[in-house]
């Protein structure tokens, strides 16, 4: 009751006299936090985005136009980074921040003063690791993955920082992730069950849970990139004993998993939006809950396919390549329980829908080449070509940015109590979706002709396709100003949004009546 009691003096207070700054510095609002995460989080997609426009402005024809060699692998490197830490991973957190409190009846998250500190510390550790461009040597230039001995040994002083922004980032997701579980299993309305908690909800409880067990191993292996640069160890040094090959054994153990971190929110999101447009219960929710959480043991299992080059025992390869494998399973039920869920529904294709419909075709794109990237013989030969470049962003864009997007446009009435333009949300859908497969599918071409990914320069054999994946690059790139303008202009003066914005679509969603915590929970009609 206390918990309960602390939160509605929380939300008391934020209605109080404090405005301005003050409110969102100290905020402790679970929908402020959520739309602080979503803003930042959009800044710093458009921040790696803009890197990643002027790596393909320099790749659009063969030789050195635009920046030198040093600058390109700094900008390859913060462009992963981030994306990863400072986009998609907090634009998650924003989502669960706003929603899940709706969904399980709770008046806020648990930790409602945990929950403002780790939004900070995430803007604290982007803004460190963004500020490594403007030091002495530059950014780091050993690539998102940081492998070592390059980045222990040749890196540039502000590996340092950026070792020290990696530290933060996670000590921020961990706080988040001890947040929504703490929320989820503590604080559900009386009658919630675990197994009728929506999709959304599922997921994020999974992927904190996931959160919380492979981030201490990133803060395990920078601290040890840490000693050897500092510290006189040799953890990585094949000269002082050590292991280059522990360090790629070390990073994917955390890589892969976090993989899923980035996707399996996304799962959550259109898993409410699918059954919502389909007018149908989502099939085979049972399922669903228990394919997600196969995904995520089996996410741990996986790690060694991305280093089948490196010297692994046959033994090894076989086993990583038979449970790589098998992780497409578990993904493969939920594809067919989304396909099964719209089958002979009454369809619309609103804006959100459109987004949720290319997740799966594309999502589907890219696990296809990933069953062909783990065949290990096979892999020997796509290794570090622009192969695999094309399978990572046909999972990650298509997988976690569209379901961003989706969810983004299914829940901006329910945030604002406004509705967006409609025509303008499908010019966005269908510029993304066309600039998406116009700047990556022809890099599986140039990938199986031997391109490597990586390189500032290319033989001119590979210009036709880099030039057409630059110019896709350049849409995909420009119609995400066309969003910002899209949620700027229904906040600003949209159409009020109606009680039911989806015409009777969201009465399939496990919705919770004010007040919040105390209500009887009961499963709302079927809609014709």
């Known amino acids: 009751m206390s918990a309960v009691a602390d939160a509605h003096a929380v939300d008391h207070d934020h209605h109080g006299p404090a405005k301005g700054i003050a409110r969102w510095l100290f905020t402790t609002n679970h929908k402020d936090i959520g739309t602080m995460y979503l803003v930042f989080s959009f800044t710093m997609f458009l921040v790696g985005g803009a890197m990643a426009m002027l790596i393909r402005a320099e790749l659009f024809e063969p030789g050195m136009q635009l920046i030198q060699p040093a600058f390109y692998n700094q900008m390859t490197t913060m462009h992963g980074l981030i994306m990863v830490f400072g986009a998609v991973m907090p634009a998650f957190v924003g989502l669960a921040n706003w929603m899940i409190p709706l969904m399980v009846g709770a008046p806020d998250m648990a930790l409602p003063r945990l929950n403002n500190w ?56 961990i706080m988040g992730a001890i947040n929504v579980i703490a929320t989820i299993i503590n604080m559900r309305a009386p009658g919630m069950t675990f197994m009728k908690m929506p999709m959304f909800v599922w997921t994020w409880l999974i992927t904190a849970f996931l959160l919380i067990a492979v981030l201490p191993v990133l803060a395990g292996v920078v601290t040890m990139m840490l000693m050897d640069i500092h510290f006189g160890t040799a953890f990585f040094d094949a000269a002082g004993g050590g292991d280059p090959v522990l360090f790629q054994h070390v990073f994917w153990f955390f890589g892969h998993p976090e993989v899923y971190i980035m996707i399996l929110p996304a799962f959550g999101v259109i898993s409410q939006i699918i059954p919502a447009f389909s007018r149908k219960p989502l099939f085979g929710y049972t399922s669903m809950v228990y394919a997600v959480a196969a995904i995520a043991i089996l996410s741990f299992l996986v790690w060694a396919h991305h280093m089948f080059t490196v010297g692994i025992p046959i033994a090894g390869e076989l086993f990583f390549m038979y449970a790589t494998m098998i992780i497409a399973v578990p993904t493969g039920v939920k594809i067919f329980n989304w396909i099964s869920t719209m089958f002979r529904g009454s369809l619309t294709f609103e804006t959100p829908m459109l987004f949720a419909i290319g997740f799966v075709v594309l999502f589907t794109v890219g696990g296809l080449s990933g069953v062909m990237l783990a065949i290990a013989p096979a892999d020997f030969q796509y290794h570090d070509t622009y192969f695999v470049v094309a399978h990572f962003h046909y999972v990650l864009i298509p997988g976690a940015i569209y379901g961003i997007f989706a969810a983004v446009y299914y829940w901006l009435p329910k945030w604002s109590g406004r509705m967006y333009s409609e025509a303008l949300g499908k010019t966005h859908f269908w510029l993304s979706f066309i600039g998406l497969n116009v700047a990556f599918f022809p890099m599986h071409f140039v990938g199986l002709a031997g391109m490597p990914r990586r390189y500032v320069d290319y033989p001119v054999q590979f210009a036709n396709f880099n030039m057409i994946s630059s110019i896709g690059a350049f849409l995909f790139g420009i119609s995400q100003l066309l969003l910002v303008y899209i949620v700027y202009r229904a906040i600003r003066s949209g159409n009020k949004a109606p009680a039911r914005p989806w015409d009777g679509a969201e009465g399939l969603e496990w919705t919770v009546p004010s007040p919040a915590p105390y209500h009887t929970f009961e499963q709302p009609p079927k809609v014709d």
Do not use: E, K, Q, R
């Open 118 to 173: 780790s939004f900070w510390l995430l803007v604290t550790g982007s803004l460190i690791l963004v500020s490594t461009l403007f030091m002495d040597g530059g950014a780091p230039n050993f690539g998102w993955t940081f492998y070592a001995p390059l980045s222990t040994t040749y890196g540039p002083d502000s590996t340092t920082f950026f070792i020290f922004a990696i530290h933060i980032l996670g000590i921020s997701s």
